[in-house]
C-alpha cells in the first residue's frame, strides 16, 4: 500500500494541473494544421486541456497537392471522419505514373494496416474540418492567436508556455502549460526561438501549384510526371522533381511541381509551371483562360531536418519537424502521423507522478519518429541526393524513365505502403530496406 506521500490522485496518477483559468492548459498546440489538430484531437479525447492556437482565421489557404494517399485517409478515419463522397471528398483508387511516352497506372494495394482508396480534397477546406474536429473533441480552439515567442523558465530553461497577440487589436496575452507542441509550419519561429535550427545536410524541397478547370477533373488516379523538364530547353535536360495533375472533383484540377533544391539548379519555377501546362496534352483541356488561381510556392521541409523532435518541454511535429518525405514531398499523412506519436507521448508522460517520470517518457518521442521514418526517410535523402547529381539525371533518363519495372518501384517507394508479411517480393525486399536502411 503506498504511504501518506505516494497516494495514487483520484485521476489515475496524472501530474497534478494547475486550477483551470483560460490562460492555463496541460498542453498547448501551436498551429492547426494537419499536424497540430491530429494532435490537439488525440490529446482532448483523453480529457486533457488542450489550447490550439491558430495565427489565421479560418478557412485560409495552402500551398499543397490536395492528393492524400491511403497513410493519410487512416488518420482520418482515426479522427472519426466522414471521408464519403456524400460528404465532400473525391476518392481515388491509385496512382498513375508517366515518363515520356508511357503511363502506368496502379491501384492501391489492400493492406491490414490501411485502406485500399485515397482522397482528395482542397486544403482550405481539409485543415478547418480537422480544426473543428479536434475542437469537438474537447480542444480549445483560438484563431488569430498569432505566438510571439515562449515563456521560459530561467533557472532550467524549459518552455512553461507562449506569448500570443489576439485578433485584429492584437491584445497581448500569455498560456501557460507544462508541454508545449510546436506545429507552425516550415518557418516555425517558436522552434527557432528555443534554438531548434534546421540541418542543414537535409535537402529542402520547394512546390508550386495552381488550379485550371478541366474536363478530368473527376479522374480517379492521382497523376504524377516523373520526368520533369523545362519545356524551353533544347538540351531536354531531367529536372531533380516532378510535376502532377490531381482532378478536383468540382470541375478543376490541382496541377503543380516539386522539386530538390540539392541541384541547385537556377529557374523561374512558377514560369516553369506554366510552360510546362502549356505542353499537356488537348485532352487536359488546359489553357491559360482556364486558370482559376495564381501559382503559389512553399517550401518542403525533409527527412527531419529539425532536431531535437523533443527537448525541454517542447515537441516538433508535422513540418516544424521536417516530416515530409524527402522521396515524395508527401507531407499530410505524416504530419498527421507525428502529431499522433506526439499526442499518445505526452499522455503517457502527463500520467506519470514525477517530474523525472515524465521527463522520461517525452523523451520516447524522437524516437518514435525514428522507428517509424528512419529508414523509408534515408531511402528519400538517398534518392535527393542522386537527383541532385546532373549527370546521374542524364543517365537516367537515358535509360528511359518509362520502363514498366522502373515505374513499379518507384510506385512502391513512393507510396510507402509495405507490410511485412506480404506475398510480394518486392513489397516484402522494400520494407525490410526500410527498416535497416541508415537514418542518421
Known amino acids: 500500500m503506498p504511504g501518506p506521500e505516494q497516494q495514487v490522485p483520484a485521476d489515475g496518477g496524472r501530474a497534478p494541473r494547475p486550477a483551470r483559468t483560460e490562460e492555463n492548459a496541460d498542453v498547448i498546440v ?38 492524400l494517399t491511403p497513410r493519410a485517409v487512416k488518420q482520418l478515419t482515426d479522427l472519426g471522419i466522414d471521408v464519403s463522397e456524400q460528404a465532400g471528398w473525391l476518392r481515388n483508387q491509385g496512382l498513375r505514373l508517366i515518363s515520356g511516352r508511357r503511363a502506368l497506372e496502379f491501384d492501391w ?53 507562449v506569448t500570443a497577440k489576439l485578433g485584429d487589436e492584437r491584445r497581448p496575452v500569455s498560456y501557460q502549460a507544462p508541454v508545449v507542441v510546436a506545429a507552425d509550419g516550415n518557418s516555425t519561429r517558436l522552434s527557432v526561438a528555443m534554438k531548434r535550427y534546421r540541418r542543414t545536410d537535409r535537402a529542402m524541397g520547394v512546390a508550386y501549384r495552381t488550379y485550371f478547370t478541366t474536363p478530368r477533373h473527376q479522374d480517379r488516379y492521382l497523376e504524377a510526371w516523373l520526368d520533369l523538364r523545362d519545356p524551353g530547353d533544347p538540351a531536354r535536360r531531367l529536372l531533380p522533381g516532378y510535376a502532377w495533375v490531381f482532378g478536383m472533383g468540382d470541375g478543376t484540377a490541382n496541377v503543380g511541381l516539386g522539386v530538390l533544391d540539392t541541384a541547385h539548379v537556377d529557374l523561374d519555377w512558377r514560369d516553369l509551371l506554366r510552360r510546362w501546362c502549356d505542353s499537356l496534352p488537348p485532352a487536359y483541356g488546359y489553357t491559360p483562360d482556364a486558370v482559376t488561381e495564381p501559382v503559389r510556392g512553399s517550401a518542403l521541409p525533409m527527412g527531419l531536418n529539425r532536431q531535437p523532435h523533443y527537448a525541454d518541454g517542447l515537441l516538433l511535429i508535422g513540418d516544424a519537424g521536417g516530416t515530409v518525405s524527402p522521396g515524395t514531398g508527401e507531407g499530410i499523412a505524416y504530419a498527421m502521423e507525428s502529431g499522433r506519436y506526439a499526442a499518445e507521448t505526452i499522455v503517457q508522460a502527463l500520467a506519470r507522478r514525477t517530474d523525472r517520470g515524465r521527463e522520461l517518457a517525452l523523451r520516447a518521442y524522437p524516437q518514435a519518429l525514428r522507428s517509424a ?16 547529381r546532373p549527370r546521374l539525371l542524364g543517365a537516367a ?42 537514418g542518421r
Not at 375 to 385: N, V
Not at 418 to 438: F, M, Y
Open 373 to 388: 521514418y528512419a529508414g523509408y526517410f534515408a531511402l528519400g535523402r538517398l534518392a535527393a541526393d542522386l537527383l541532385g
Open 30 to 67: 501551436v498551429g492547426a494544421g494537419p499536424a497540430g489538430s491530429t494532435a490537439a484531437y488525440h490529446l482532448a479525447r483523453t480529457g486533457l486541456d488542450v489550447l490550439l492556437l491558430e495565427k489565421s482565421a479560418f478557412p485560409r489557404e495552402k500551398v499543397c497537392g490536395d492528393g
Open 109 to 161: 494495394p489492400e493492406l491490414s494496416a490501411y485502406p485500399g482508396h485515397g482522397l482528395v480534397r482542397r486544403r482550405a477546406d481539409f485543415d478547418e474540418l480537422l480544426a473543428r474536429r479536434a475542437a469537438s473533441a474537447g480542444a480549445r480552439l483560438i484563431e488569430r492567436a498569432n505566438v510571439a515567442g515562449p515563456l521560459v523558465d530561467e533557472r532550467s530553461g524549459r518552455i512553461t508556455g
Open 397 to 438: 533518363g537515358a535509360a528511359g524513365l518509362g520502363h514498366p519495372a522502373l515505374l513499379k518501384v518507384a510506385f512502391r517507394l513512393m507510396v510507402n505502403l509495405t507490410e511485412p508479411n506480404s506475398n510480394d517480393a518486392l513489397d516484402r525486399l522494400l520494407h525490410l530496406i526500410g527498416r535497416v536502411a541508415p
